[in-house]
């Protein structure tokens, strides 16, 4: 009895791995089944929200984590019928206990590959303000990396690519580290990048967000403005995101201020003022524009540039090649003042990372000691803007 007992007391050890190797054998095989497929669909369903699929190719392992990857990770509205997001490539990798208790805390999180449609979640924006939207925990990701992902928004031909996306220890509305590079294309072409350092906070069903800026660096052609700062705030009941920014450059310090809103077309608001010093003259531009297709639409713009103001309206041509063309008129203006900034070191035309046209209709100017009215300026090509109010070369 004694030796039948020591013997236990020895085996047993050694037979508990084999145990759960086979428990876990048998657990992954159901797993890879079309039934383990679906109850993880239904887990991630009811923590997210909405609507996951898994497609295409999949593996998993349940201990001492879940770690599932595949090929066609599918997520969809209900409310509006519409796929939101696919990635080609996943992985993920979830905490056990809580996920059998119905809660998701995940370790870590990669996609390659596939896209996310902006627009649909501005429809289901719109669907939600006639029907409460169901409320729902966004889970805790310790680690989240994106690659190779685009963002589109009606146009397919002019997307953002989100080149490689990290961000760290996210938890709903707590901010959370994030990386971001990302570049801009129209028909194909780079038509200008973005590597942004800051961090996320993120409401309840992504119902708001937070964006902070500590530094922003973006590239048009052989352009760059770098050391940007901000933040940026999304509100999804009204469709606005809106945001400052501040950027140092030498002496000048720059301060933004943006409002879009993004239901289709998107519009929105702009204003910008560069200067010295707050007490010191310097320039500024404010413009409200509507995105249509491949174009940006510029109905209201107004300039002011070492006391010297025109207003008018334009277009900025997104498609290859880029390219601006605006419509301004002014009452008076000091053409010598104007003269002696440029000659001060402006930028000309020639080193903008966009064709420019220019047509300029002044009242009465002073040059050289000389008064004349009715002056019309123009610079470059002329550029067509059909259809927008106020714009007449």
Request: proline share 5%.
């Amino acid at each position: 009895m004694k030796k039948s007992r020591r013997l236990l007391f020895w085996t047993l050890p050694l037979a508990l791995p084999v145990v759960f190797w086979i428990l876990s054998v048998l657990a992954n095989s159901w797993l890879m089944s079309a039934g383990g497929r679906s109850l993880l669909e239904k887990k991630f369903s009811a923590s997210f929200g909405y609507a996951v699929r898994l497609t295409g190719t999949f593996r998993i392992s349940l201990f001492p984590r879940i770690a599932v990857e595949g090929s066609g990770f599918e997520l969809e509205a209900p409310q509006i019928r519409r796929l939101l997001a696919r990635a080609e490539d996943y992985s993920v990798s979830i905490h056990l206990l809580p996920f059998l208790q119905s809660e998701v805390q995940v370790a870590s999180v990669t996609l390659r590959g596939g896209f996310l449609d902006l627009g649909a979640f501005v429809n289901l924006g719109s669907h939600s303000a006639a029907v409460a939207p169901r409320k729902f925990s966004l889970p805790e990701v310790r680690s989240l990396i994106i690659e190779s992902f685009s963002l589109v928004f009606g146009n397919e031909n002019s997307i953002i690519t989100l080149k490689r996306v990290k961000l760290d220890k996210f938890a709903s509305g707590r901010e959370a580290p994030l990386e971001v590079d990302a570049g801009w294309s129209s028909e194909g072409i780079e038509l200008a990048r973005v590597v942004l350092d800051g961090s996320l906070q993120i409401g309840q069903a992504i119902e708001s967000a937070r964006l902070r800026v500590n530094g922003l660096r973006i590239i048009f052609a052989d352009s760059e403005i770098a050391d940007l700062s901000g933040s940026w705030d999304w509100n999804q009941s009204s469709s606005q995101l809106s945001g400052d920014m501040n950027w140092i450059h030498g002496a000048y310090v720059t301060h933004s201020e943006m409002e879009f809103i993004l239901r289709e077309p998107v519009s929105g608001d702009l204003r910008i003022r560069s200067a010295e010093s707050p007490t010191t003259p310097g320039a500024g531009a404010q413009a409200h524009f509507i995105l249509r297709d491949d174009q940006l639409e510029l109905p209201e713009v107004s300039l002011e540039w070492g006391g010297q103001f025109v207003a008018g309206a334009g277009c900025y041509r997104l498609a290859e090649p880029p390219g601006l063309s605006l419509a301004l008129a002014s009452d008076k203006l000091d053409l010598d003042a104007i003269n002696a900034l440029l000659l001060a070191g402006t930028a000309g035309d020639s080193e903008l990372p966009f064709a420019l046209s220019l047509v300029l209709h002044v009242g009465s100017a002073n040059y050289m000691g000389a008064l004349a009215r009715n002056v019309k300026l123009e610079v470059g090509d002329e550029l067509a803007c059909p259809d927008i109010p106020g714009f007449s070369p």
